[in-house]
């Protein structure tokens, strides 16, 4: 019987200890994103706010008819809205098939009959997404705070403006959040990507356009929980220290993320699992 | 390669020695499984010794629940289980490094060729990434896809996809592996090459293995073992030389006549027996305690019936078919099969 080679050796070298997976996870789908040279194309794209007010800030730094342009605490809360848009086409191209290609492959099952957790595993596809998220939203908003400093030559913005590091950060990190876990969810319920990127979109519109429907008919903008967007928009303003846009409570808004955001792990915890039983 | 680092991997209970024999893999206790209002498996007891093990039963016998319950998939309703000296509700992890899954279903992770894949499943597993990557390379050659090592999995055959699933359960070297119908969708030869790999595996390279299928030759051909599971309770179980020389005779009959009503006679007299697809009845006739010849060793009771002289079981056909006026045109010993302890076990007709 033709076996093409009987050589298979028992091992008896290292291995790693329990919890380290998610790592691998993260780095083989982060190695498999970054092989793509649209992906990188868009990378470089959503990094060019950056450069306009990069420049802007060497400008006004330097040149006393741009002193206009000089950077404000609200810069940075409106070039965190600006990315809003990288953080949306971002979302669906790296996440819609974190999990929807694992269901449609069954590769669920693989992956769980490994020393791994379902927790892990869900903590790696995050990894991946999170860190694509960081990479266009805290990370060039922190670029930018030590471009300013570079230009104006001193610390003295960022010094007059301390709450603007963990102000970033926080905001930075419910923006991530809100759609790494959201999506993450919306792909452990499809095995198609391309429809749970078209769910992600739809929702994200969905919602928005039913805000804005009931602030015409009832002329209040107190219903913006309603929309993810707009909810998280609210929590910046109240972040950056800025007059809240819309007639609600930021402490409901919120609410309102953190509900997404923990209705989304539920969904995670309940969707991932080795095995699907129909009952 | 280095040594296998002590604490990654603390050892088995310390009560294991008691609950699970130095020749046991797998150790279930009063069992149960539920589904909804349905038992999938109930008050299961059973052992899983070691070297190769066949895990039989029709098709929603339970054989599936028991592995994913093994795997820490499913979690059972009632009863203990231990794999490999682990209690599968507290060390899941420790047992899922130590084990290696063959899904039945086709499974990959998409967009990897095959090294890819293996060397991935084998960082998974724990594996260093060099050591992944060099195992993936042997194990693709040992199974006979080494060749094809660098096309993406998507463009795989039924038969490469098997294999390719066969890799990455042994590319960590696991101490058990459970194989979920392995030989499902394959050609005839890619069949009898997967066969030998398993066979190789357990008896050549020490590694424990599971077997779960409904195709009896597969099992009586790699395994030493056998566990028949029916409507989620265990029907037999034991070496499967031993549950084939249970005390008495094989027969092949072919009658004139109503088949199926002269199966019912048998039955009615205490017989086993069922059909083949050649029209062939095979009946158990066991031997009588009072019957002081031994039953024969399979080298002589075999096709050759020639060399066989009359006998009770004979007689007691002959007489029975007179009675039901049945005309035999064909009887003879023929050697007990491991379809024949699958039949008796769940009393397949």
């Known amino acids: ?279 | 390669m280095t040594a296998m680092t002590g604490e990654a991997f603390p050892g088995p209970d310390a009560d294991v020695g008691a609950s699970c024999g130095a020749d046991s893999v797998v150790q279930c206790d009063d069992l149960s499984v539920r589904y909804g209002r349905n038992w999938a498996l109930r008050d299961v007891t059973t052992t899983f010794r070691k070297g190769a093990v066949g895990l039989l039963g029709p098709n929603g016998a339970g054989k599936s629940t028991l592995i994913k319950t093994l795997l820490g998939f499913v979690t059972p309703d009632k009863g203990r289980l231990r794999v490999l000296g682990f209690d599968v509700s507290r060390s899941p992890l420790e047992i899922r490094s130590r084990i290696g899954y063959m899904p039945e279903t086709d499974s990959h992770i998409p967009g990897m060729n095959a090294v890819s894949f293996v060397a991935y499943c084998g960082e998974l597993a724990g594996l260093p990434p060099a050591d992944a990557m060099q195992r993936a390379h042997e194990v693709l050659y040992y199974v006979g896809l080494g060749e094809a090592r660098y096309r993406n999995l998507e463009t795989y055959s039924t038969g490469m996809k098997q294999r390719i699933k066969l890799a990455q359960a042994i590319v960590h070297d696991p101490d058990l592996l459970f194989l979920d119908e392995p030989t499902n969708g394959m050609d005839p030869k890619g069949r009898d090459e997967m066969l030998v790999l398993i066979r190789d595996l357990a008896h050549n390279k020490n590694v424990n293995l599971i077997l779960s299928s409904h195709l009896l030759p597969d099992v009586e051909y790699t395994c030493d073992h056998v566990v028949v599971v029916d409507k989620g309770v265990i029907a037999a179980s034991g070496p499967i030389q031993a549950l084939k020389g249970t005390r008495g005779r094989v027969y092949e009959l072919r009658i004139k006549g109503d088949q199926a009503q002269f199966i019912e006679v048998l039955r009615r007299e205490g017989l086993d027996c069922h059909d083949t697809d050649e029209d062939v009845i095979r009946v158990f006739v066991p031997t009588p305690l009072d019957d002081p010849a031994p039953p024969l060793p399979p080298a002589q009771s075999g096709a050759h019936g020639s060399a066989l002289g009359p006998d009770s079981g004979a007689r007691q056909l002959f007489q029975l078919a007179a009675r039901e006026r049945v005309q035999v045109r064909h009887l003879r010993p023929s050697v007990p099969t491991l379809e024949d302890v699958f039949a008796r076990a769940v009393g397949e007709a």
């Open chain 1, 1 to 279: 019987m033709p076996i093409h080679d009987q050589g298979y050796r028992r091992y008896g070298g290292e291995r790693a200890p329990l919890g380290r997976a998610w790592q691998v996870i993260a780095r083989a789908g982060i190695r498999s994103i970054v092989s793509k040279r649209a992906f990188i194309a868009l990378m470089l794209f959503a990094w060019a706010p950056f450069l306009v007010r990069a420049v802007q800030m060497y400008a006004s730094a330097n040149f006393q008819q741009a002193a206009f342009l000089a950077p404000k605490g609200e810069t940075f809360r409106q070039f965190l809205d600006q990315q809003g848009v990288f953080v949306f086409f971002v979302t669906i191209w790296v996440g819609a098939g974190l999990i929807a290609n694992d269901r449609r492959a069954n590769a669920l099952h693989l992956y769980l009959s490994k020393p791994l957790t379902s927790a892990e595993y869900i903590a790696g596809k995050m990894a991946i997404l999170f860190l694509f998220l960081v990479f266009v939203t805290w990370a060039p908003a922190m670029g930018l705070l030590l471009v300013q400093a570079i230009f104006a030559g001193s610390f003295t913005f960022i010094r007059n403006n301390a709450y603007l590091l963990p102000a970033i950060t926080l905001f930075s990190l419910a923006q991530v959040l809100l759609a790494a876990t959201s999506m993450l969810a919306l792909s452990s319920l499809s095995r198609s990507s391309r429809f749970v990127g078209v769910m992600y979109a739809g929702l994200m519109f969905f919602t928005a356009a039913l805000f804005q429907a009931l602030r015409g008919i009832t002329g209040t903008s107190r219903f913006a929980w309603l929309s993810p967007g707009d909810s998280l928009e609210q929590v910046g303003d109240a972040i950056f220290r800025l007059q809240p846009r819309y007639d609600l409570a930021p402490s409901i808004a919120a609410i309102a993320v953190f509900v997404i955001i923990a209705g989304s792990v539920v969904i995670l915890a309940r969707r991932v699992k080795g095995v699907e039983i129909v009952t």
